[in-house]
């Protein structure tokens, strides 16, 4: 059994940039138990004026758009201009498997092997917030071990992309061209979250197409609101294959930041999710609170049969177990 680590030794490990220690100061994180989470606490407090300093990037794109090839292309293109990269993932399923996903690594071998790069699987939690508040305090270890890229790619088509966009500076749409209708398949909301737009697979005979689809896809962002940080989003097109258009990508990211950040609606956007973190933290502590209360497990129980039974209705069960508990997350 491997040595617990003292809270000196996770701090200044992870301050100094080991990565076995970043691991370790995660696997911390991720744990349930109460000892755990005090230590992790602790430590993430020590760290917290080491942190902030990266660009925050949140990664998403419709199936099939190649979105692992893609940030083993981007992230070992800003590796070689000299960045350390961290990649972590927000996985909804992990929840359902108690597993994160299979072989992050595997899909990035490159990249994994990287010395400026981090990998790390999504993960697992009973919540997508639960998932998602892991995944922050993992983004601010990696931050204080000197990682000035973080990666966050959302996993599978859902609640995810919001969870991912409360947590990054700039927000990435992938997708493609020459998939039907090119506006199908994408959620409008989700586009309405991007900062900017890639369409992938952008080589061979798809280059013409992409070159459309960019067109229509510039076309249809003119038709949302703008933007309140006065950013208008871009479509770009790139190949991950040919490592074509990386470059660009990186310079529209740099150009955001520093729009964002002369008119102050970067650090605005930060402090505001900080809090917004905070109140998740709440929400999260409170539902663990009250669903561990003895009280609350055996009433939950019985009020789970009637409601079954069809002899109460979920709303009433719902109401009494707050009422009869309502101290119970005190």
Same mark, same amino acid.
């Given at each position: 059994?491997?040595?617990?680590?003292?809270?000196?030794?996770?701090?200044?490990?992870?301050?100094?940039?080991?990565?076995?220690?970043?691991?370790?100061?995660?696997?911390?994180?991720?744990?349930?138990?109460?000892?755990?989470?005090?230590?992790?606490?602790?430590?993430?407090?020590?760290?917290?004026?080491?942190?902030?300093?990266?660009?925050?990037?949140?990664?998403?794109?419709?199936?099939?758009?190649?979105?692992?090839?893609? #940030?083993?292309?981007?992230?070992?293109?800003?590796?070689?201009?000299?960045?350390?990269?961290?990649?972590?993932?927000?996985?909804?399923?992990?929840?359902?498997?108690?597993?994160? #996903?299979?072989? =992050?690594?595997?899909?990035?071998?490159?990249?994994?092997?990287?010395?400026?790069?981090?990998?790390?699987?999504?993960?697992?939690?009973?919540?997508?917030?639960?998932?998602?508040?892991?995944?922050?305090?993992?983004?601010?270890?990696?931050?204080?071990?000197?990682?000035?890229?973080?990666?966050?790619?959302?996993?599978?088509?859902?609640?995810?992309?919001?969870?991912?966009?409360?947590?990054? =500076?700039?927000?990435?749409?992938?997708?493609?061209?020459?998939?039907?209708?090119?506006?199908?398949?994408?959620?409008?909301?989700?586009?309405?979250?991007?900062?900017? #737009?890639?369409?992938?697979?952008? =080589?061979?005979?798809?280059?013409?197409?992409?070159?459309?689809?960019?067109?229509?896809?510039?076309?249809?962002?003119?038709?949302?609101?703008?933007?309140?940080?006065?950013?208008?989003?871009?479509?770009?097109?790139?190949?991950?294959?040919?490592?074509?258009?990386?470059?660009?990508?990186?310079?529209?990211?740099?150009?955001?930041?520093?729009?964002?950040?002369?008119?102050?609606?970067?650090?605005?956007?930060?402090?505001?999710?900080?809090? =917004?973190?905070?109140?998740?933290?709440?929400?999260?502590?409170?539902?663990?609170?009250?669903?561990?209360?003895?009280?609350?497990?055996?009433?939950?129980?019985?009020?789970?049969?009637?409601?079954?039974?069809?002899?109460?209705?979920?709303?009433?069960?719902?109401?009494?177990?707050?009422?009869?508990?309502?101290?119970?997350?005190?």
């Amino acid at each position: 059994m491997r040595k617990r680590l003292s809270k000196e030794e996770l701090i200044n490990g992870v301050l100094g940039g080991d990565t076995i220690t970043l691991s370790r100061a995660i696997t911390l994180i991720e744990s349930a138990l109460l000892s755990d989470r005090e230590l992790s606490e602790e430590v993430l407090n020590a760290i917290l004026p080491k942190t902030g300093k990266s660009i925050r990037i949140g990664i998403t794109g419709v199936p099939g758009v190649g979105k692992s090839t893609f #940030i083993e292309s981007f992230g070992s293109y800003l590796c070689e201009q000299g960045h350390k990269v961290a990649v972590l993932a927000i996985d909804p399923s992990s929840q359902k498997t108690s597993g994160s #996903i299979l072989g =992050d690594k595997t899909r990035m071998e490159k990249l994994a092997h990287h010395p400026n790069a981090f990998i790390r699987p999504s993960p697992t939690g009973t919540s997508l917030g639960g998932v998602a508040n892991k995944t922050r305090e993992t983004m601010l270890l990696c931050e204080a071990a000197g990682f000035d890229v973080i990666l966050i790619e959302t996993v599978g088509v859902g609640q995810s992309e919001t969870a991912v966009k409360g947590m990054v =500076d700039f927000f990435l749409l992938l997708m493609l061209a020459g998939a039907g209708d090119e506006l199908q398949g994408i959620k409008k909301g989700i586009m309405e979250m991007a900062d900017g #737009i890639a369409i992938t697979k952008a =080589d061979g005979e798809n280059v013409k197409q992409s070159k459309q689809a960019k067109n229509e896809y510039q076309n249809a962002l003119h038709l949302f609101p703008p933007s309140e940080s006065g950013w208008y989003p871009k479509v770009l097109i790139c190949s991950a294959v040919d490592k074509m258009g990386l470059d660009s990508i990186w310079e529209m990211i740099e150009e955001y930041k520093a729009k964002l950040k002369t008119n102050g609606y970067f650090d605005q956007q930060r402090k505001v999710q900080n809090v =917004d973190w905070m109140n998740e933290a709440i929400r999260q502590g409170l539902l663990i609170n009250f669903y561990n209360s003895p009280k609350v497990v055996d009433q939950l129980e019985l009020l789970k049969q009637k409601v079954a039974d069809g002899k109460i209705t979920p709303q009433s069960a719902a109401r009494k177990l707050l009422q009869d508990n309502s101290n119970s997350a005190k």
